[in-house]
C-alpha cells in the first residue's frame, strides 16, 4: 500500500442489507413526512382542498428515490468503470447545450441552464454525480510520484 487507509479485500459471503442503515432510511424518512405534514397541512388545504396533497408529492419523490437507490445497489464497480466513458461524453455534451440558443436559458446573467419540456435544469449539478477517472495510488508510477520536485522544501 502506496499510503492511506486501504480496506482488505474481504469476500463477498452475503448480500443481505445493512439493516442499520435500512433503519436510519425509514426513520428520516418518516420523521420528514411528520415535519412536512404538520408545516404543511392548512397550506395545502387552503390551495389545493386537499390536505395530503404536499406528502403525497413527497412519498413520490421518495418512491423514485428508492428505487434509484434499489438499482444502485446491484451496480458493480466493473460497470461503473465501463460506463465513464460514456458519462463523460454525456457530461460534456449537456454541459455544451447550455450554449446552444432555445435550449440552453440565460438567468440572472449566466447561461448554465438547460430547458427541456417545462423543465429547466443545470448541467452542472448531474455532471458532479457522475464518476470521473482518476489516478489510481496503486498502480505503477503511483499518484503522488514526482509531487516532490514541485515542492518547496
Not at 53 to 76: D, E, H, N, P, R
Not at 78 to 97: D, G, N, Q, T, Y
Amino acid at each position: 500500500m502506496a499510503f492511506g487507509i486501504a480496506a482488505e479485500r474481504l469476500p463477498r459471503e452475503r448480500k443481505t442489507p445493512d439493516f442499520i442503515l435500512v433503519s436510519c432510511f425509514v426513520l428520516l424518512l418518516g420523521l420528514g413526512l411528520s415535519m412536512l405534514f404538520s408545516a404543511s397541512y392548512y397550506r395545502a388545504d387552503f390551495l389545493f382542498n386537499n390536505p395530503f396533497y404536499f406528502i403525497k408529492s413527497q412519498l413520490l419523490y421518495a418512491g423514485v428515490g428508492l428505487a434509484a437507490a434499489l438499482c444502485a445497489a446491484f451496480v458493480t464497480m466493473a460497470l461503473v468503470r465501463s460506463l465513464i466513458p460514456i458519462l463523460m461524453i454525456f457530461s460534456i455534451i449537456l454541459m455544451l447545450l447550455t450554449f446552444i440558443p432555445g435550449i440552453g436559458v440565460e438567468y440572472l446573467g449566466a447561461r448554465r441552464w438547460i430547458q427541456l419540456a417545462g423543465y429547466t435544469l443545470q448541467p452542472a449539478e448531474l455532471v458532479r454525480w457522475f464518476p470521473h477517472p482518476a489516478p489510481d495510488p496503486q498502480s505503477r508510477g503511483g499518484f503522488f510520484d514526482g509531487l516532490d520536485s514541485h515542492c518547496v522544501d
